[in-house]
């Protein structure tokens, strides 16, 4: 079973506007990553954040985690048409990194 | 660098029939991983492979196994297909050798393989 569940299940926003996307999910975790898709190709890697990490930058992207909510929200500023994507967010247990448990995504679309 | 790399690319079968997907890690990665993306869903993990032998192992039934060659390249295999078994099939790897590894190593993806049962 799925273990993040992502919100909006879709998002339209215009070039230049700032996408948020929020995650959630229900047991501990070790560290929480977000990945984009597109046209449902392979993943890529966007950021992963640790359970002991607030929020988390790369560029364009700020994450942030909450773990006593149990929740993550990946902010993508200044949005392009080339972001235009599913976005998901997944979470590691305790023991190891690979296991991972994935969403069901956020599909942005940046109208240019 | 080559990255993770899939074969083939698309693949139809019929219900009833056994298919093996090919996957070849990322150079220096000694992990692989299979997940299984339906359409409009998130991928789920089906079973992870290192040092040759399934590490950890997804809710999938026995119909799908894997293997995991000297070279870290592996296959997973899925028998007696089902028209629910229709998905993108994504292969991902990774260092999992050292504790530290196993929790933060980055898992790079393949471009996936689309199976197609009808």
Not at chain 2, 70 to 82: C, D, F, I, Q
Request: glycine share 8%; net charge positive; aromatic share 10%.
């Amino acid at each position: 079973s799925q273990q993040g569940e992502e919100d909006p299940q879709a998002l339209s926003i215009q070039e230049g506007e700032n996408a948020t996307m929020n995650c959630s999910y229900k047991t501990s975790i070790n560290n929480l990553q977000w990945y984009r898709q597109n046209s449902g190709r392979g993943l890529v890697h966007l950021i992963l954040i640790r359970s002991n990490e607030r929020e988390k930058h790369s560029g364009r992207l700020r994450v942030t985690l909450d773990t006593s909510k149990k929740s993550s929200s990946l902010l993508i500023t200044a949005s392009r048409a080339a972001d235009t994507a599913s976005y998901f967010c997944a979470t590691a247990g305790p023991y190891n990194n690979n296991d991972m448990r994935f969403g069901a995504g956020t599909r942005l679309t940046v109208k240019p | 660098d080559a990255g993770v790399t899939q074969s083939p690319t698309h693949l139809i079968k019929t219900r009833g029939q056994q298919v093996t997907l090919r996957c070849s890690p990322k150079s220096g990665h000694d992990t692989v991983s299979w997940y299984q993306q339906a359409l409009g869903q998130g991928p789920q993990f089906i079973f992870q492979y290192y040092e040759e032998e399934e590490r950890q192992r997804g809710n999938f039934p026995d119909r799908f196994s894997g293997h995991q060659f000297p070279n870290y390249s592996s296959e997973l295999n899925v028998n007696a297909l089902l028209l629910g078994d229709s998905a993108l099939y994504l292969c991902a790897s990774s260092l999992g050798a050292s504790p530290y590894g196993r929790l933060y190593n980055e898992q790079f993806f393949g471009p996936g393989t689309r199976l197609t049962v009808l």
